[in-house]
Nanobody, 124 residues
Framework: QVQLVESGGGLVQAGGFLRLSCAAS????????MAWFRQAPGKEREFVGG????????YHSDSVKGRASISRDNIKSTMFLQMNDLKPEDTAVYYC?????????????????WGQGTQVTVSS
């Protein structure tokens, strides 16, 4: 059973930075892709970026490109999202997700496994 546990959310001032972690367990993830999504109140779940686990090559959405960096620690089976220059519009619940297969997909329905989410609030 795949289990994903996010951590690192909280209240951050605009212009600040955060680092979210997603600890994965239950499988060997060498043939998986993992991703970060976020969902603000009243909005659809939005793809932030993802990473092919085997290669460690990330892909970031245009909405965060230049401000976000996704990486993974293969030994600890943990994925990270670091975001800089945070804006109030980055306020959302951030979820990590996993899917079998190395290709990164941008739609949430492609992912079979989800964490419980961690709240990020950016104050202006």
């Amino acid at each position: 059973q795949v289990q994903l546990v996010e951590s690192g959310g909280g209240l951050v001032q605009a212009g600040g930075f955060l680092r979210l972690s997603c600890a994965a367990s239950g499988r060997t993830f060498s043939n998986y892709a993992m991703a970060w999504f976020r969902q603000a109140p009243g909005k659809e779940r939005e793809f932030v970026g993802g990473i092919t686990w085997s290669s460690g090559i990330p892909y970031h959405s245009d909405s965060v490109k230049g401000r976000a960096s996704i990486s993974r620690d293969n030994i600890k089976s943990t994925m990270f999202l670091q975001m800089n220059d945070l804006k109030p519009e980055d306020t959302a619940v951030y979820y990590c997700a996993a899917k079998f297969g190395p290709d990164i997909r941008t739609t949430s329905r492609e992912y079979s496994y989800w964490g419980q989410g961690t709240q990020v609030t950016v104050s202006s």
